[in-house]
């Protein structure tokens, strides 16, 4: 599984930023997509994530202001950021867990830097 991610930028707190993650390769084996990011000098964290069916998970920080979603047709899941604010800033890295025989692997796309101005 290989993960590709766009759209990350500078914006103005108050703003809004799109982040997309395309998936290829073995698909179909794909479980959880999500988001995590990392800002300097902090560890990596979970911002939100997506079961193949749906269901969310987020990051008490983000409740209320980010939404994921996913198209599984089109291997891409969307995390939709609004009401940025300048801690959101840090570098947001697309996440997948495929499964084998009943094993989870963990995929990782290359960050995507976010960085909110005060």
């Known amino acids: 599984v290989q993960l590709q991610a766009f759209g990350g930028g500078l914006v103005q707190a108050g703003g809004s930023l799109r982040l997309s993650c395309v998936a290829s390769?073995?698909?179909?084996?794909?479980?959880?997509m999500g988001w995590y990011r990392q800002a300097p000098g902090k560890e990596r964290e979970l911002v939100a994530s997506?079961?193949?069916?749906?269901?969310?998970n987020f990051a008490d920080s983000v409740k209320g202001r980010f939404t994921i979603s996913r198209d599984n047709a089109k291997n891409t899941v969307y995390l939709q950021m609004n009401s940025l604010k300048p801690e959101d800033t840090a570098v947001y890295y697309c996440?997948?867990?495929?499964?084998?025989?009943?094993?989870?692997?963990?995929?990782w796309g290359q960050g995507t830097l976010v960085t909110v101005s005060s």
């Open positions: 996440n997948a867990d495929a499964i084998y025989s009943g094993v989870p692997w963990y995929y």
């Open positions: 390769g073995s698909t179909f084996r794909i479980n959880v």
């Open positions: 997506i079961t193949s069916g749906g269901s969310t």
